[in-house]
């Protein structure tokens, strides 16, 4: 045995070698690489001529550092992609004028009753000459430029700060709405190219509808959630930057070129629902690097924070971007299937008709193959049904959603499958008419199957249900704790995500497979995707009415006014929501901000242990200095959350310094209110913070103690400053998880 395992592995060793040395003679294979210099220096620079000069140094020879440079960044930020051996990436993170490199990698996009059910109603009190001037760009897979969403009757001028530019390729023209469109498509590892900034998949169409989409009457997903769809900012212009392929897969450098060109071009909030599954190193991540310097130039950045609902699984998990967790809203969607026996089975679903007659053949997989046998056969396995026998029939496949795609190739009328995994149990639409169960429902059909002669069923169209429970976070929605940065709590804050209606593209299909042959302009979708420009275009309503404020202080009014969310309806709590639910309208008005600056955000970096030399190239500030044996750890930055994680079954004492910023009205008086679980002590100094005037600051510190915490466990208190009419919330979280029990 072992010597027949030698023997194949050294073959394999041999087979790889010889094709390696035959396909490029080289010693080494050569692979994109970001090569990233943080912020643009000051004065006149020619970033592509540096980029070449420096790669010469390094691969010895102009021509070949020549053909090696893929693209050059160069209007926000510093940096380039290239092509590099792997010593030659070694050499060039060794350049002082580098701060990190990294390997380019694939990064995926994750009636509105969600806006009336936040309470921002039709009739909200808006400033439309400032939100026609506000531009929220949004990262995705492009936008359908003819969409009703995006017309733009009665739009006055371009707003005469837009920079940018209308480049969407062929066929692609912008208007007085859609203001300006650009794609990337450099770099195909990963995704499919593409020739336009065309939306093929609907995702990006959707995400910039959800922000900032026009009042559309009568928008429906044939007749269901019903109603006027509209964005956040219904006058606001959009600019859409497609990185993302028709299966909304995109690469780091692509991404980078699309942050690159949206800071210069002048938006004014950026929307970016995708991510890379599980954070990485935020000086190795393109939505990190692009949001900070975003932040730079006062741009908040709302991203989200993931569809993969374990503890620990959080994205997008810097300081200086806003990221979004999904919940529910009071409007759910289901679907019955009515079995011959007049017993109804309820699931979550979205079919868009009713199957015109009242009963059909119900069959099961083995009833619908002739060429498999056993397992393959009951799951419907790929390849297994036969046309002739599921025509006119719906087929019970004993699998999850993945028999659906069979089930649909073989033209069967409709299925019936189950579901066994937790957190997908949001209404999604499919290719035929579904019948989604629980694992205990779907037993039961399979008992009628066999307890009957002639099994019928039908599958009704979907009905729209008051869900009374909400809002609840999704269960698919990634949780914190924050495995970057401990101290600090991720997601931020919760938003619309499941079952939300918005425009599409009708170039794609509603289910997203090639065997559904409808085309619609308005669909249902969920995820974190739909959260986060629910969060981007409230941003952007306060943009609209405070113009001046920074990009700190938006990310906090957001989330110190969001509202309480019920922790026993939510097991992991601040984890799960962070600092509530998206309460747009009072993030208008929050009283006191924290306002978190770049020198505060270097500063955490230097906690962190980022090399000087880098934290001054990135903040493009050579004067940056990291203090000498500072005590700061990043629970110390002027952060609207507060949490920690502490060593496990020790006492804990942690302060948590804090200021504020006035911006209620100019005489008033702050008292703090904490509300705390027991076992943890709570205090705050002062407690009373009396403002003269607006834009005043004011300082406080939090100091929380314990007799400690067994491991795997966390505490929850909150921290609410109040002057009789604002509520400035705070949620404090102290945790002691083993990131390697979670990851
Ligand atoms: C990358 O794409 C941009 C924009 O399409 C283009 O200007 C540039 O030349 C491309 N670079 C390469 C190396 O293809
Ligand atoms: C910081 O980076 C510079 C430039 O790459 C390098 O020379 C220096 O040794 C680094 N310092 C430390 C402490 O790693
Ligand atoms: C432009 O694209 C739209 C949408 O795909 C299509 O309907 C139209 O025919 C195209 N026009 C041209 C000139 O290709
Ligand atoms: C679908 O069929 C059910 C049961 O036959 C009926 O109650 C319902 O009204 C129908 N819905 C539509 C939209 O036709
Ligand atoms: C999803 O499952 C959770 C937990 O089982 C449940 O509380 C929630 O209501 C379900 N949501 C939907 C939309 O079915
Ligand atoms: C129903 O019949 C199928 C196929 O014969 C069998 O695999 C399954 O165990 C039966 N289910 C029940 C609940 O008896
Ligand atoms: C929103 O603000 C109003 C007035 O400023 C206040 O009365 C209300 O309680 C706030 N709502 C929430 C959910 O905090
Ligand atoms: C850096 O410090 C020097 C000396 O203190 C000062 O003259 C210069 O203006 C500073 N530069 C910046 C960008 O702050
Ligand atoms: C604000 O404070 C000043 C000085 O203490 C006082 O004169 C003024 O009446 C106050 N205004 C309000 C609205 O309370
Ligand atoms: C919390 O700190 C401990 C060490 O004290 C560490 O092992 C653990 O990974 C940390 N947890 C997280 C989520 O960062
Ligand atoms: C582009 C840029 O500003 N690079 C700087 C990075 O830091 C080194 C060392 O401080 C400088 O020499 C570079 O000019």
């Not at 017309?151 to 692609?172: E, L």
């Not at 969001?562 to 208008?588: I, K, Q, R």
């Not at 930055?637 to 310094?657: D, E, G, I, Q």
């Amino acid at each position: 045995m072992a010597n027949l395992c030698s023997i194949s592995l050294s073959f394999l060793l041999f087979f790889v070698y010889v094709v390696h040395g035959y396909r490029d003679g080289d010693q080494q294979k050569k692979q994109v690489y970001i090569v990233y210099m943080g912020a643009l220096p000051d004065g006149t620079y020619s970033p592509s001529s540096h980029h070449s000069s420096i790669l010469e140094e390094v691969v010895g020879d102009r021509d070949l550092a020549e053909s090696s440079l893929l693209t050059s960044y160069g209007r926000s930020f510093n940096g380039f992609s290239a092509y590099l051996t792997d010593q030659e990436r070694q050499k060039i993170a060794q350049h002082e004028a580098v701060v990190s490199v990294f390997r380019s990698r694939k990064v995926q996009i994750q009636t509105t009753r969600s806006w009336d059910f936040m309470g921002l109603s039709e009739n909200v009190h808006r400033i439309p000459s400032q939100e026609s001037d506000v531009i929220v760009g949004v990262i995705d897979t492009g936008i359908w430029p003819e969409s009703e969403s995006f017309d733009d009757k009665n739009f006055g001028p371009v707003p005469s700060k837009w920079k940018g530019a209308c480049m969407g390729g062929k066929n692609f023209t912008c208007n007085k709405k859609l203001i300006g469109a650009r794609y990337y498509t450099n770099f195909t590892e990963y995704m499919k190219p593409f020739d336009s900034a065309r939306d093929r998949s609907g995702h990006g169409t959707f995400t910039a509808s959800v922000a900032a989409g026009n009042y559309v009457r009568g928008a429906s997903f044939y007749g269901l959630a019903q109603g006027t769809a509209r964005g956040g900012v219904p006058s606001a212009r959009i600019a859409a930057y497609r990185a993302c392929d028709d299966n909304g897969f995109s690469s780091d450098a692509n991404i980078l070129g699309a942050f690159d060109d949206a800071i210069a071009d002048g938006v004014d909030i950026l929307s970016v629902s995708l991510g890379i599954a599980f954070a990485f190193d935020i000086s190795t991540n393109s939505i990190s690097i692009g949001a900070f310097h975003a932040s730079e130039k006062g741009i908040l950045t709302v991203a989200a924070g993931g569809n993969v609902g374990t503890l620990g699984s959080v994205d997008n998990v810097s300081p200086w971007m806003l990221t979004v967790a999904a919940s529910s809203i009071d409007r759910q969607i289901i679907s019955k299937l009515v079995l011959g026996d007049g017993r109804t089975l309820i699931g979550p679903v979205v079919n868009s008709l009713n199957l015109t007659g009242s009963y059909f053949p119900l069959i099961s997989g083995l009833e619908g193959t002739k060429t498999c046998k056993g397992e393959d056969a009951k799951r419907c396995a790929s390849g297994c049904l036969d046309s002739e026998l599921v025509k006119g029939k719906i087929i019970v496949c004993r699998d999850n959603s993945n028999a659906l795609d069979e089930a649909s190739r073989a033209g069967s009328l409709g299925s019936v499958v189950y579901n066994d995994v937790p957190y997908y149990n949001y209404s999604d639409i499919y290719p035929i008419p579904t019948s989604f169960l629980s694992t205990d429902d779907f037993s039961l059909v399979e008992d009628y199957l066999n307890s009957t002669k002639e099994p019928r069923a039908n599958i009704l169209k979907s009905e729209v249900i008051h869900n009374s429970e909400a809002p609840v976070v999704a269960s698919l929605s990634s949780r914190g704790p924050n495995l970057q940065i401990s101290e600090i709590l991720k997601p931020d804050i919760t938003a619309p995500g499941l079952s939300i209606l918005a425009a599409f593209s009708p170039a794609s299909s509603p289910s997203g497979s090639p065997n559904d042959k409808r085309s619609v302009k308005y669909v249902i979708m969920s995820g974190t995707s739909v959260a986060t420009p629910h969060a981007a275009g409230a941003a952007a309503y306060v943009k609209s009415l405070h113009p001046e404020w920074s990009a700190s202080a938006i990310q906090s009014s957001l989330m110190t006014t969001a509202w309480h969310m019920d922790a026993s309806a939510n097991p992991d709590a601040e984890f799960a929501y962070g600092a509530g639910h998206l309460n747009p309208v009072n993030a208008t008005n929050p009283g006191l901000v924290y306002e978190t600056t770049k020198q505060e955000y270097l500063r955490m970096l230097c906690s962190m242990g980022f090399n000087i030399s880098k934290i001054r190239n990135l903040s493009g500030d050579k004067n940056t200095s990291c203090p000498a044996a500072d005590t700061f750890t990043p629970k110390d930055l002027n952060y609207p959350t507060m949490a920690v994680n502490v060593t496990k079954n020790k006492p804990f004492t942690v302060s948590f310094p804090r200021t504020v910023t006035n911006v209620g009205l100019p005489n008033s008086t702050y008292k703090a209110y904490i509300t705390s679980e027991t076992a943890l002590g709570v205090s705050v100094k002062p407690r009373i913070l009396p403002f003269k005037s607006l834009n005043e600051k004011k300082s406080f510190v939090v100091v929380v103690t314990g007799k400690g915490l067994q491991e795997n466990t966390k505490l929850s208190a909150s921290l609410v400053w109040t002057d009789g009419i604002h509520s400035v919330r705070s949620p404090i979280v102290v945790y002691s998880f083993n990131s390697t029990s979670l990851a």
